[in-house]
């Protein structure tokens, strides 16, 4: 499983930007981030069929999870950007074929990482 994270770049708070995680395959997908003072924490999944979706509280109604599967690629839209968005922003990937994880245990493969820095 090939993962490549892109999209990131520096953005003023209240922007937008779109990550997107291009894929060798079509699987349960995940983003993390990892804040410069943070532990990797859960932003949001979507299902292989991009069916069901989960969302953390923290970007809930903000940040929109989607899937092109003709491209086998998740895309993270996110909006109203904060500075506490800022981090390394991760895609992830899980063979499971049901629920959706929100633990970095419950992916096996992962991206390098995509950095998203919110500017006040």
């Known amino acids: 499983v090939q993962l490549q994270a892109s999209g990131g770049g520096l953005?003023?708070?209240?922007g937008s930007l779109r990550l997107s995680c291009a894929a060798s395959g079509r699987y349960v997908t995940g983003w993390f981030r990892q804040g410069p003072v943070t532990e990797r924490q859960f932003v949001a999944a979507?299902?292989?069929?991009?069916?069901?979706?989960?969302y953390s509280d923290s970007v809930k109604g903000r940040f929109t999870i989607s899937r092109d599967s003709a491209k086998n690629t998740v895309y993270l839209q996110m909006n109203s950007l904060q500075t506490e968005d800022t981090g390394v922003y991760y895609c992830a990937a899980s063979f499971r074929t049901s629920g959706l994880g929100r633990g970095s245990s419950w992916y096996s493969y992962w991206g390098q990482g995509t950095l998203v820095t919110v500017s006040s």
């Open 46 to 54: 979507i299902s292989g069929s991009g069916s069901s979706t989960e």
């Open 11 to 14: 953005v003023q708070a209240g």
